[in-house]
């Protein structure tokens, strides 16, 4: 698999994700040089070996050509992406045909989060959207098959769409 992790912070997704995709080609973007750099540091031996890049770049702008990725995963930085219906849109150009964009988020909007959340949330300007109006940018953007998984004990989504 041909897998990109947009928003990639320290790297901890791209090594989990290394461990999975034993003959893969990983990608990393991350919009903080700080965080590109401290990445490469956490997975030194996949970038040396070249499994592994990693980018400094924005999700709104990607890189890379049309359908290059297999897989294109986030782990909780959709929240900070400018401009949701562009953005998700760019992911579908970088995905192939049948292939999947993850969204990991230890928050979402919901009648249970908490007030200290939803002040997190009005502080860093981030986006809380609810599963059904993510659902809706998502399909809004072209994708298909669009499931979204909750674990409403800890506040947690994970929504799965396809090219």
């Not at 791209?14 to 034993?22: D, G, H, V, W």
């Not at 990607?62 to 998700?88: A, G, N």
Request: hydrophobic letters at 35%.
């Amino acid at each position: 698999a041909i897998v990109l992790d947009v928003g990639c912070g320290g790297g901890n997704a791209l090594k989990m994700l290394s461990r999975r995709a034993k003959n893969g080609k990983l990608y990393g973007i991350d919009y903080s040089e700080t965080s590109v750099e401290v990445a490469a540091k956490e997975n030194k031996e996949d970038v040396a070996s070249g499994k592994m890049e990693i980018f400094h770049g924005s999700v709104s702008e990607l890189p890379f050509p049309d359908d290059m990725f297999d897989t294109v995963t986030t782990v909780e930085s959709y929240y900070f992406w400018p401009d949701l219906p562009h953005d998700f849109a760019e992911v579908r150009r970088v995905l192939k045909l049948g292939g999947t964009f993850v969204i990991v988020a230890e928050m979402y909007a919901h009648e249970g989060q908490s007030e200290e959340q939803k002040r997190i949330v009005d502080v860093l300007g981030m986006h809380n959207n609810t599963p059904k109006e993510l659902e809706q940018m998502l399909t809004g953007a072209g994708y298909s098959n669009v499931r979204i998984e909750l674990d409403e004990g800890r506040g947690w989504l994970c929504a799965f769409a396809q090219k």
